[in-house]
């Protein structure tokens, strides 16, 4: 007996891989979305540091502005270098200072 596939529907689900399930700053679910967003996905995506940790963009960014004089990560304090994945597999070394708050308007 053979069948026949008239249709057929396709579902899946994505999930971030990341050695923990919380964002260590926010502590917000990395599978759901920063406090700073609506939806999770593209708009919220998860950075990882050199040192393995992993956070919101949003969050990390904010913890970062809010550091005077050195940036570390908020879990080991080591000093904050984010982590580049290459296309060909390999991983790269990449830092990247957090850009500085807006500037106030004069009157």
């Known amino acids: 007996m053979k069948v026949k596939i ?3 529907n396709g ?10 399930e ?3 700053i926010c502590r917000m679910a990395f599978n759901g979305c920063c406090p700073d967003c ?27 502005n809010a ?10 304090r080591q000093e904050w270098k984010f982590k580049e994945c290459l296309a060909g597999g390999g991983a790269a ?6 850009p500085a708050p807006p500037l106030d308007p004069e009157p």
């Open 6 to 8: 008239k249709c057929w």
């Open 11 to 20: 579902v899946a689900t994505w999930l971030w891989v990341a050695n923990d």
């Open 22 to 24: 919380n964002c260590g």
């Open 38 to 64: 609506k939806v999770p996905g593209d708009d919220c995506p998860l950075v990882w540091g050199q040192c393995s940790h992993c956070f919101h963009m949003h969050c990390i960014l904010k913890w970062l």
């Open 67 to 76: 550091q005077q004089v050195q940036q570390h990560c908020p879990m080991c």
């Open 93 to 98: 070394t990449l830092t990247i200072r957090a």
